[in-house]
């Protein structure tokens, strides 16, 4: 028997905990998948599976085969797939969901760039701070910075981001550079209106993230005004480099407080399955991973530094 399907069919009966369930999802019958399992077991020399009639369960040796296998098939599928990809033009509509600022700032240079490559895709953007239903919202995929909770979403890491202070030089030559976190209580602190939690700042000291309380006279629901505020010399803000390292690096804004910035946040690209990825999610993705590396270009000015 061919040992790869036979690999296949046991993943499948190990994550499903089913050999019933494994058939119907493979197309093959209950027999079939239980004679896939025996010759693997036989050609391995090892019992991978405990069963009884009412009970299904893994093995050592099977806990530790299932993570080994698990790798080589999704290697093998990319590589299938990425072979099929050479074949096929990416073409249709793709749905994507991005935080404002991002799909501003960022998503809209690179789509125009993915455009010109890829003429036959059409894509629409919804710009929202939150982390979507994608299958629920007709979405292909979602692009979200922080650390994601949710497991049952396929995450491809396409950077990260830092969180920096910044201010306009005008402020800062009025009010002064803060030298220490706590100097903060003396400036105005330009933060979200979310939440109470948003007046509280991030900062990493002596190797612990720490939290500084805040306060000032603007608040705002989205990032685009506090930005805007601190360029026009209104008090100091807090956000990622992907909203301010462009001004960094033209000059209107300066960073302050960099060797206690807390820690970076990731980037993802997110979407619902792995299997059978569209060429239009998959070209896409991949292109802006490559635009994004190794350093993303709103980074560029802390090599500089």
Not at 7 to 33: P, Q
Not at 96 to 114: D, E, K, Q, V
Request: charged share 20%; glycine share 6%; net charge neutral.
């Amino acid at each position: 028997m061919d040992r790869l399907t036979s690999m296949k069919v046991f993943a499948t009966v190990a994550r499903l905990g089913s050999f019933s369930a494994a058939a119907e999802e493979l197309g093959i019958s209950k027999a079939m998948a239980s004679k896939h399992l025996n010759h693997l077991e036989n050609s391995l020399g090892i019992r991978l599976l405990n069963r009884t009639t009412r009970h299904l369960s893994l093995t050592e040796v099977g806990m530790a085969y299932r993570e080994r296998i698990n790798s080589i098939l999704v290697d093998i599928e990319d590589t299938e797939l990425a072979v099929t990809r050479l074949h096929s033009e990416p073409r249709g509509t793709l749905r994507i969901m991005a935080p404002p600022s991002f799909g501003s700032f960022h998503l809209a240079r690179t789509i125009t760039a993915y455009k010109d490559k890829y003429p036959n895709v059409m894509i629409e953007m919804i710009l929202a701070d939150r982390t979507p239903d994608l299958i629920e919202e007709g979405l292909d995929m979602a692009i979200h910075v922080g650390e994601m909770n949710d497991t049952s979403l396929i995450a491809r890491k396409l950077t990260s981001t830092r969180r920096v202070v910044c201010g306009s030089p005008k402020y800062l030559q009025l009010k002064g550079i803060p030298e220490v976190p706590a100097d903060l209580k003396n400036h105005n602190c330009l933060t979200f209106s979310h939440h109470s939690s948003f007046t509280e700042w991030k900062f990493k000291i002596n190797g612990t993230e720490t939290t500084v309380h805040t306060t000032g006279n603007l608040k705002s629901n989205v990032a685009d005004p506090l930005r805007i505020a601190a360029i026009e010399g209104c008090g100091l803000v807090q956000l990622p480099t992907y909203m301010l390292g462009l001004d960094i690096q033209s000059g209107q804004l300066r960073p302050v407080l960099e060797k206690y910035e807390p820690v970076e946040l990731p980037i993802y690209a997110i979407y619902a399955h792995r299997k059978h990825l569209s060429t239009k999610l998959r070209t896409f993705v991949d292109f802006i991973y490559e635009l994004f590396q190794p350093t993303p270009y709103w980074d560029e000015w802390i090599s500089g530094n």
